[in-house]
């Protein structure tokens, strides 16, 4: 059983930027490839980020590329989300995922979820 808990959200203005947390706990937290995913009102979950359980590959969505970036620090059992240039359609509710046996790049590929973190845009 793996607990995630995501933090770091909140209100910023177009061209901001903010870095999510996602702390992770569980005996073997560190060897799970970890995933970003977001969600607007009226929208379906979609894919972010994501980042294999050594670290040494990362994935993003094409929205995101360029802009974000996903990193992890496994002696912390944390991994990060920093968001730079950020525009208003990028608002949502971000959550962690964690995945055992690769990594997670759509919802269903996900094994366990964080309870999510808003995040908001304004023009």
């Known amino acids: 059983q793996v607990q995630l808990v995501e933090s770091g959200g909140g209100l910023v203005q177009a061209g901001g930027s903010l870095r999510l947390s996602c702390a992770a706990s569980g005996r073997t937290s560190s060897r799970y490839n970890m995933g970003w995913f977001r969600q607007a009102p009226g929208k379906e979950r979609e894919f972010v980020a994501a980042i294999s359980w050594s670290g040494g590959s990362t994935y993003y969505a094409d929205s995101v590329k360029g802009r974000f970036a996903i990193s992890r620090d496994n002696a912390k059992n944390t991994v990060y989300l920093q968001m730079n240039s950020l525009k208003p359609e990028d608002t949502a509710v971000y959550y962690c995922?964690?995945?055992?046996?690769?990594?997670?790049?759509?919802?269903?590929?996900?094994?366990?979820w964080g309870q999510g973190t808003q995040v908001t845009v304004s023009s």
């Open positions: 995922a964690a995945r055992l046996l690769g990594v997670p790049r759509t919802p269903r590929e996900s094994d366990y």
